[in-house]
Nanobody
Framework: QLQLVESGGGLVQPGGSLRLSCAAS????????IGWFRQAPGKEREGVSC????????NYADSVKGRFTIANDNAKNTVTLQMNNLKPEDTAVYSC?????????????????????WGQGTQVTVSS
């Protein structure tokens, strides 16, 4: 079974950048979609971005379009999330998860219910 581990979170000032990584073991990401999600205190988990393992199709939440970039690093079996121009409202625990059917990235919104094998999450705090 695929297992995911996130890394790269931290404290950054508004306008700064972070790069998150989602490393997979127990399988290859070539056949799956990987999604990034975040959950802030008192709020529901929301989909941030996802990428198809088959063809690299990507999807982004409106709140992060133009600032975040998701990418596959097949050689490392890792999906990265480059986050630029960070804002205080981006503060949350970020987690990655897998869609074995590789269909969720084509929906209008990235639904957490379609994903599984959740990682433990990494904290991102944007504050001055």
């Amino acid at each position: 079974q695929l297992q995911l581990v996130e890394s790269g979170g931290g404290l950054v000032q508004p306008g700064g950048s972070l790069r998150l990584s989602c490393a997979a073991s127990g399988g290859t990401l070539d056949y799956y979609a990987i999604g990034w999600f975040r959950q802030a205190p008192g709020k529901e988990r929301e989909g941030v971005s996802c990428i198809s393992g088959h063809n690299g199709h990507t999807n982004y939440a409106d709140s992060v379009k133009g600032r975040f970039t998701i990418a596959n690093d097949n050689a490392k079996n890792t999906v990265t999330l480059q986050m630029n121009n960070l804002k205080p409202e981006d503060t949350a625990v970020y987690s990655c998860a897998v869609d074995p059917a590789d269909i969720q990235c084509y929906d209008a919104s990235i639904n957490p219910g379609g994903f599984g094998s959740w990682g433990q999450g990494t904290q991102v705090t944007v504050s001055s």
